[in-house]
């Protein structure tokens, strides 16, 4: 239990260097981005009255137009101004498909320094409506269900998910934007995730080394065929108009747009083959516990069986998951390739998509026999290990 324990403190010390000393190495060429926000620093605001409803017809006197300006009062929710009472101004372009909804008295929305040249005398404009409050309440619920649950696993789970969240948007993001190799964060990334999650979860034991092992080789097969895909297929990274965006980030030094695909698929497919290496091993680890003997062959033969049922579902985990992500675009695209199938499965857009999906699933499939086989080393029984030892 001493063991056990240490082990624990001592993953939760270095997974919070590994955070400290990430960051800092993520932000040793930092670039500002600022610039490219012309609004600066949002501000969280709840609307206290609508003072003009058509407040274009003040900002654009000479003009007839179906633009709508909407003049409000709104006090400030934090910070050190909290409780001020600010003016500011929601433009709705009548060029909008779906304008955006109208704010009204009691709406809590974000704002910005007005950038409208028509009306100097406002400081502040509408950015967004504050949308995370539910979003928030659904992960407490979350969370307690998780402690109630979960117990003492269910602590370590939290604690997991926080330094894995950490290690993306804390190291790995600003490492990306900051012009780091992305093919090496993304692995080191992957890598801490990956025996982190299992140290903590299970601690060091011949099951979380199985796991381990079974998960990194996973892992390696779905970034090799991410690699040759992008040379083979010809990639260029330009997906969606986000991708455009991204390149022009930083025109002197930009973000190499093949690589981002690499990490888009190992960094998605880590968490659906950690979850099968550690169910695989898990469950071999207590079929050898209730029977007793069992040999490597017998041992490996029982992790196929069970490894079998699993591909099916995970495999399906991971294609829906990538095909929901991205099914405006899949529908937007069979719109209009309705008539040449061929021309719509060739886009680089559906492309992508779908090498995310095969490659991790390839990545799951062969997990399950490497896994296999390491418990098999591993959970074999001891007199078969001393089987072949001289006497």
Known sequence: MKKERLVYIITIILSALYIFFGNKAA????IDYSSGNPGGTPIKVQVTKVVNPDYADVIYPDFVTEDR????EARILSGYRKGEIVTAIQSIDSMYAVPPREVAE????IIYKNQNGNAPDIRYMFAEYHRMDFVVVLWIVFFILLLVLGRKNGVNTLISLA??????????????LNGGNIYSWSISTCIYIIFMTLLIISGFSKKSLAAMIGCSSGVLVAGVLAVITNSVCKLTGLTTEDSMYLLLLNPDNPIDLKAIIFAAIILGAVGAIMDVSMS???S????KEQAGHMTAAQITRSGMVVGRDIMGTMANTLILAYIGSSLSVTLLLAAYNSATPLLMFNSEMILVELLQAVAGSLGILLTIPLTSVVCGILYRSDDEKTKYKPE
């Open 284 to 287: 071999l680890a207590e079929m």
């Open 27 to 30: 932000n040793v060429n930092k």
């Open 280 to 282: 695989l091993s898990s």
């Open 163 to 176: 330094f894995t969240v950490l290690s993306i948007f804390y190291v790995f993001v600003p490492a990306v």
């Open 69 to 72: 300006v909407i003049l409000f």
């Open 106 to 109: 009691g709406d809590k929305i």
